[in-house]
């Protein structure tokens, strides 16, 4: 779970939206009429539902100050502000630190602002480098405040930067600097229910859930796309192969009444059934019997993706059901043909 504190334009959520570790993402700002101007960057696109994420996703935005408590925030993992405390007043600065650290309290925060020490670089930057920034800490500053905060809360914090100055400037350092606060405890099930009696005070403005394989409905989806794809290619395969031999007759064997073929597809190899072939070329075998095609399931299920996504051939087997004709043993896709046209062609 990783929130963004001030997210303003959510430039920052939608990249994090694609992060394959991160399963619920918030944002929050002040400014609604900005995230709703932005939200759009944040919702599902239609690729989205053509092929799922692996991971669930869900993705919220609310409207309110970052300086109150809300156990909407609790139980998060990472909480980032960036570019933020540097628009607050000090009496709202407390409260953010007693709101982020002492109630919301992530297991990591990560705080960024901008380096007063690299503003002599800026050379169109007066006091400050925007008109709503309130103050703009050296780094000695920024790092007293952290120190002091991550005493006061509990945490342990380290600091990088980004942005480098040019190799003559290096002692001004780095363009904005980086706090990052590990929590250094545990906190008791006892402490967590309190908080969670607060009252909600955060307006959602956004709350979507992104399509994911997780869900039953878009993993037989999935499934299906990917299992009939390739059982229509086998199909055609066989027929391909079975007119094949029916114009070259004076060179094929007779005598093989069920029409099995000897021809490869995709890296299978498909030939006549004999008493010595392996079970498992058995199972994996398409082939033709009376005016059927059969493509057994077995088949279809070692296709690795077809495997990653169902993991057992049961599971394939119950989403395939009800799609297509299967054998009453369960264990082929059945096609119905006309072997006549097919010779015709």
């Known amino acids: 779970q990783v929130a963004d504190l001030g997210c303003s334009e959510c430039s920052l959520l939608h990249r994090l939206r694609f992060w394959n570790c991160i399963e619920f993402l918030v944002g929050v700002d002040i400014d609604e009429e900005t995230l709703r101007r932005k ?56 409260k953010l630190e007693d709101a982020l650290f002492g109630f919301m309290a992530p297991k990591a925060v990560v705080i960024t602002t901008p380096n007063a020490e690299f503003n002599i670089l800026l050379p169109k930057t007066q ?21 002091k905060v991550a005493r006061h809360f509990n945490y342990t914090v380290e600091f990088s930067g980004v942005g480098k100055p040019p190799p003559e400037h290096e002692e001004v350092g780095f363009c904005s600097q980086i706090a990052l606060f590990m929590k250094n ?33 878009y993993l037989r ?73 059969h493509i057994p399931l077995e088949a279809i299920f070692i296709i690795s993706k077809v495997k990653k996504l169902c993991g057992s051939l049961d599971v394939l087997r119950n989403f395939i059901a009800g799609e297509v004709p299967l054998s009453e043993d369960g264990k082929t896709i059945m096609y119905s043909v006309n072997l006549d046209d097919v010779q015709e062609v």
């Open 39 to 94: 939200m759009h960057t944040l919702t599902p696109l239609p690729t989205h539902y053509l092929e799922p994420m692996e991971r669930a996703l869900t993705v919220i935005l609310y409207k309110g100050s970052v300086c109150e408590k809300d156990p909407a925030l609790l139980g998060f993992d990472l909480i980032s502000c960036v570019e933020l405390i540097e628009h607050l007043e000090l009496d709202d600065l407390d």
């Open 127 to 147: 006091k400050f480098r925007h008109p709503d920034h309130k103050f703009e800490w050296s780094r000695e500053e920024f790092q007293s405040w952290a120190f």
């Open 185 to 217: 405890y545990t906190e008791s099930e006892e402490s967590i229910n309190i908080k969670k009696q607060y009252k909600s005070i955060y307006k959602t403005v956004l709350h979507v859930v992104y399509p994911s394989l997780q869900e039953e409905k």
């Open 221 to 293: 989806r999935a499934v299906l796309n990917v299992a009939l794809l390739h059982a229509d290619r086998m199909k055609n395969s066989l027929l391909d192969s079975h007119r094949n031999r029916e114009e070259n007759k004076q060179d094929i064997a007779t005598g093989v009444t069920d029409h099995r073929d000897a021809y490869k597809y995709s890296g299978w190899s498909f030939g006549l059934e004999t008493e010595t072939q392996s079970e498992e070329n058995e199972l994996t075998q398409p082939f033709i019997q009376g005016n059927t095609i």
